[in-house]
């Protein structure tokens, strides 16, 4: 009996040692042993002109399929050290829809030589996802289907799909198209393969399925797969015509896209085409700075209020020492609201028609909340400065903030969806300046109204 196969393993070590040692025989042994998923991380971590020698290691159709799965940066690195044969390989190679991504992110320059490596039926194809708005259906659709006729019989069906199989994104769902190319129906591999051979595809399909348009937000085609547990959504066009699909796998890269650029975003840091960790320190600088630079300038509303308490402040100094303390929670819990309300608009969870009823929800809970956060302040503040009145107005300016940083938190997402922003721009930053003017407004003036009487 032979021994079970195992998958090798190399880390960026150990292919550093062979290759300064010239085994190049023996790292081509080890890396075929590999698992393609695993060349293509070792790839990825390895220096420039290391990660080239690993990849020219490699046989052709393992190298292809270890191109597939790359980062964008690291095929884009790759790419630039291939003559334009081998850079016309692997290009085509690619799906569709991630050679269209591909050149999305490389340099116009670039992007214009990698066109035009391209056969004709190629570049035609690629160029024609890149003329789709980006984050819509069409941009992320691959044309790499299998479509099928209502009139033929399962046999001519099966035939149909053993020829096309090895050129298309999936043969586990075929789409029924009629001489218009509109899309009348979907039947699976299964149905097909228990169907008598002289059926008619049109008597087993499934008619009517659910599709997205080519101007569908990605975000609504993941909710699509998600709620109709779909292994691909076809995509039409204007004319209903049918023009593409999304699979499952896609729809795993558009989350993890949408949700890198939410939390990017929450933290007022705008990501960049090439990836943050790979793009220039300048150019991320440059983006971070016009945020800070934004919420500086708001923040000195802040200063303001204060400078201009500085009567009050000096009768009663130790109103001063709890300024951070209110700032800091309206902040903490606006933030906490925001974050619910955008992931809940994203998800799905939640419909802009419930605006109303989501935000009243909410300020039951900074109710509760600041009634909660009050008690703690009160007993807390009068410890520390032995004087009721600033007690009383630390306990109210905390039940105060925390319902209205509720309010805030909550119906600012509703408000930049209604404007066709993405709510993701209600960053923590953003939220948390907010709350440092109305808490100190609020703040002071309960100080104003109750130490004062």
Known sequence: MSEPHTVEIIDQRTFEDLASRRQFKDLRLRLVRMDPSHIASLVESLPSESAVLAYRLLPKDLGVKVFDLLESTAQYRLLESFTDQGARVFLEALPPDDRADLLEEV?????RRLLQLLSPEQRRVTLELLGYEEGTAGREMTPAFVDLHGDMTIKQALERIRRLAVHKETVYESYVIDHERHLVGSVSLMDLVLARPDTRVGDIMKPS???VSTSTDREQVVRVLRDYDLLAVPVVDSEERLVGIITHDDVTDIIEEETTEDIYRFGAVP???RGYFTSRILTVVRRRVIWLFLLILV?????SIIA???GLLSEIVILAAFIPLLIGTGGNVGAQSAT???????TGEINPRRAAAIVAREVGIGLLLGILLGLTGFGWSYLLGRNLEVAVVVALALVAISTLATATGALLPFIFRFLRVDPAMVSAPLITTVMDIFGILVYF?????IVRL
């Open 445 to 449: 003036g309960a100080a104003n109204v």
């Open 308 to 310: 201009g308490q500085e």
């Open 299 to 303: 923040n000195t509303v802040t200063g």
């Open 340 to 346: 619910v309300v955008i992931r809940g608009l994203a």
């Open 271 to 273: 990501g960049t085409e």
């Open 107 to 111: 340099p116009a320059v670039v992007a």
């Open 209 to 211: 399925p659910k599709r």
